[in-house]
């Protein structure tokens, strides 16, 4: 082969090969599970003055336990938006559907029961028609977006009167019901509104402070003991598994029943997609041109080492002066 030739070949052969690994040529086969972006989470949380019962793990406030399961759910579901919306007497939207997650954490860090004082009764659906209009309008933004609601609370019926049914026909896929507490109950701590500020983590009585108890009419430690038969209802209401939470359990399983609705298979399956999975082959066309490359740059330093010596000559010197005069 003509010396010439050589590093013609060489050069082509290095933009073949750039051109191929540009192209990201793969093999398919496999599939790959990514969580969708496209599921539309809202948290209904029981934040009654019975929520700081210490009677979750080794004398908690039940409050403890649904921090510690809203972050559990957030880091299952990445990239889902959230919202959260809490009761007492009263319902409120405290986060609109957002993905911001930083938002949830904060929200849900400074979450505490409503003021002693205020507190009046109330009834676990109480978040029921907030809910409903909630949904709705996100079933009118994105009809196409599933949507999972996950009531995190303990079930007891404050208000003297039987709950009101918490039916959201079609609007509701999937999610779950989360009881917290114990039969035998616990004692709970005051929360005047006022102990609060300044505290680190925001949020209100915990485990271990010297705050009062609340007292029954006889003058006794009240005791809040959970219903699971007033969760049950409302998860069967819901078309959702009802889950008793303590402390320690994991939050996977919930998530595995949680998506047991009617999630159209045309959107998502289980909050999950699959995606084609495939073997990537850009880095064969890759490396191959890496190494045509070098062997060019090590060619262009080997002519131009030759060629200074060839210039630096005294006697070359002399004939290119020489050139000059005539």
């Not at 972050?71 to 919202?83: D, K, N, T, V, Y």
């Not at 939207?93 to 109330?122: C, F, H, N, W």
């Not at 699959?274 to 002519?303: D, H, K, M, N, S």
């Amino acid at each position: 082969m003509h010396p010439g030739v050589r590093p013609w070949l060489r050069r082509t052969a290095l933009v073949l090969l750039l051109a191929g690994a540009a192209v990201r040529p793969g093999l398919p086969g496999g599939e790959a599970q990514a969580v969708t972006t496209d599921l539309n989470v809202f948290l209904v949380v029981d934040t009654t003055t019975s929520m700081v019962a210490e009677d979750y793990g080794d004398g908690l406030p039940r409050m403890e336990g649904v921090r510690r399961d809203i972050a559990a759910i957030a880091g299952e579901l990445p990239g889902a938006r959230f919202s959260v919306i809490t009761f007492d007497t009263k319902a409120h939207v405290r986060m609109p559907l957002t993905t911001d997650t930083l938002a949830l954490d904060t929200i849900t860090s400074v979450l505490e029961p409503q003021v002693t004082a205020y507190a009046k009764g109330s009834s676990i659906t109480a978040a029921r028609q907030v809910l409903s209009e909630r949904l709705e309008a996100a079933r009118e933004s994105h009809p196409e977006r599933p949507r999972l609601v996950f009531y995190l609370g303990d079930g007891e019926q404050t208000t003297g009167q039987e709950p009101g049914p918490m039916d959201l026909d079609g609007l509701v896929a999937g999610g779950a019901v989360l009881g917290y507490g114990t039969a035998a109950g616990g004692k709970m701590r005051e929360n005047t509104g006022r102990e609060n500020i300044g505290r680190e983590d925001g949020g209100g009585p915990t485990a271990g402070d010297d705050r009062p108890y609340v007292k029954d009419s006889t003058g006794e430690d009240a005791v809040s003991s959970m219903d699971e038969a007033g969760l049950e209802r409302i998860a069967g209401q819901l078309g959702v598994p009802y889950v008793h939470r303590s402390a320690g359990d994991p939050v996977a399983p919930v998530m595995r029943d949680a998506r047991a609705g009617d999630i159209d298979a045309g959107s998502v399956a289980d909050g999950m997609r699959e995606l084609g999975a495939r073997t990537e082959l850009y880095g064969l066309p890759a490396a191959g041109a890496f190494v045509l490359g070098l062997a060019e740059l090590v060619q262009l330093v080997r002519q131009s080492a030759e060629l200074r010596p060839a210039t630096a000559h005294p006697a070359n010197r002399r004939r290119v002066t020489k050139a000059v005069v005539r």
